[in-house]
């Protein structure tokens, strides 16, 4: 006798939705090489909008210790561009972390858990995050709206070193999207924050 399994066909998976709706996005380029139009280099990768959808899209990402250097990954809000001139950037800023090589993976997932699932008690003021992989190190920085506000910078750095768990000497560095449109740079000219 064959089993009745007509029920499981007709109950759907309960879906459990985010606080908001997140895209990936990926960047790379080849040594030596310049991006003319940083906006047309980047791929859309996927988006999700619930924790299903986001391990369905998670497991299949390469992982960022694989990934070939110079490659960038951004979880980024919906209607949030991973750019700093993006409205919602553009006043904004990010708080840095450079890793030696071989740890990306790990504290990326973390930060990319911490940061879907609001573990930032100031959620609304982030709008997303990047990895970036590079010869010598690689980057986790996260993306707030607003630069000028110390409380809210402070509270979201004390956050990311204790999601991360990073040791206590670790340096941060934060840098504002408007210095970065000035000097054209993601990692020069930050200020570093040593405990």
Same mark, same amino acid.
Request: net charge positive; aromatic share 10%.
């Given at each position: &006798?064959?089993?009745?399994?007509?029920?499981? /066909?007709? /109950?759907?998976?309960? /879906?459990?939705?985010?606080?908001?709706?997140?895209?990936?996005?990926?960047?790379?380029?080849?040594?030596?090489?310049?991006?003319? $139009?940083?906006?047309?280099?980047?791929?859309?990768?996927?988006?999700?909008?619930?924790?299903?959808?986001?391990?369905?899209?998670?497991?299949?990402?390469?992982?960022?210790?694989? %990934? @070939?250097?110079?490659?960038?990954?951004?979880?980024?809000? $919906?209607?949030?561009?991973? &750019?700093?001139?993006?409205?919602?950037?553009?006043?904004?800023?990010?708080?840095?972390? *450079?890793?030696?090589?071989?740890?990306?993976?790990?504290?990326? +997932?973390?930060?990319?858990?911490?940061?879907?699932?609001?573990?930032?008690? !100031?959620?609304?003021?982030?709008?997303?995050? !990047?990895? #970036?992989?590079?010869?010598? +190190?690689?980057?986790? #920085?996260?993306? =707030?709206? #607003?630069? $000028?506000?110390?409380?809210?910078?402070?509270?979201?750095?004390?956050? &990311?070193?204790?999601?991360?768990?990073?040791?206590?000497?670790? @340096? &941060?560095?934060?840098?504002?999207? =408007?210095?970065? %449109? *000035?000097? =054209?740079? #993601?990692?020069?000219?930050?200020?570093?924050?040593?405990?």
């Amino acid at each position: &006798m064959t089993p009745d399994t007509s029920f499981l /066909q007709q /109950q759907p998976m309960p /879906q459990h939705a985010l606080h908001y709706a997140w895209i990936v996005w990926f960047i790379h380029r080849s040594p030596r090489t310049k991006i003319t $139009n940083y906006e047309d280099s980047m791929r859309k990768i996927a988006s999700f909008s619930t924790v299903e959808e986001f391990w369905s899209v998670y497991t299949h990402l390469t992982r960022p210790n694989e %990934l @070939p250097a110079i490659s960038d990954y951004h979880l980024f809000k $919906n209607g949030i561009r991973p &750019m700093w001139e993006d409205p919602a950037n553009v006043q904004g800023g990010k708080w840095i972390v *450079r890793l030696k090589k071989g740890l990306a993976s790990r504290y990326w +997932e973390d930060l990319v858990l911490a940061m879907i699932g609001d573990q930032f008690d !100031v959620h609304n003021e982030i709008c997303g995050a !990047v990895l #970036s992989i590079r010869n010598s +190190e690689d980057i986790i #920085s996260i993306w =707030n709206k #607003s630069a $000028n506000n110390g409380k809210i910078n402070l509270k979201i750095r004390d956050t &990311m070193k204790r999601i991360l768990n990073l040791p206590s000497d670790t @340096p &941060m560095e934060y840098k504002s999207h =408007n210095i970065a %449109l *000035r000097d =054209n740079s #993601s990692f020069r000219n930050t200020d570093v924050f040593r405990p």
